[in-house]
């Protein structure tokens, strides 16, 4: 086989899965907009067909079932949420102004006009007990968290305590947050965060 005819054979094959890689990045664009908006168990396969614009064959190819499209749903958004709470930490240089820049950031995004509430715990809640793919995404992401919290707290040189109080007043923000729609659970989280570390002081 010459190049030329390797390089012919090749080309549908990169095609196939560009229009792959498309439809995938459109189906998961519909199902975050839609599954995180009206929750996962209002919204069916044909709602994401219909607001993503690829067919059903296609999306089946891509997600076999639902369950599947909600995992990789949740998997990539908890990529952009943490890079996103890590950009605006980053701002941040002096150690206990990088854990309270957390509440900072939880802040803005209670404040987003489309927040509604916690993905994770929300698609927990809807299909926690019946979907160990579901499951696993929200403790992978909590657990992921609570180590981001950890080494804010380790590089502080706080005791390791410390990190655990602090997931729990997040977590409680973003519940809290979710349920009342308004930010200000965020800076009652962050004066408590900022209480206990005066404490420690």
Known sequence: MDNTTARDQAAPSRSREQALALAREQA?????????????????MDDIRGASEVSLKRLYQLFPAKEHLVEAYLERRDVRWRARLAEHVDSRREPEQR????????????????????????????????????????????AAFRAYLAGLVSAAGRPAALGDHLFLLAEGAMVTAGIDGTAEPAAQARAAAQLLLDAGK
């Open 28 to 44: 998961l664009d519909a199902a975050e907009r839609l599954f995180y908006g009206r929750g996962v168990q209002a919204v069916g």
């Open 99 to 142: 854990i309270l820049a957390v509440f900072d950031w939880l802040g803005l995004w209670f404040a987003e006009p489309d927040f509604r509430g916690c993905a994770w715990i929300n698609a927990y809640g809807e299909l926690g007990a019946t979907s160990e793919r579901v499951a696993a995404q929200a403790r992978t992401h909590k």
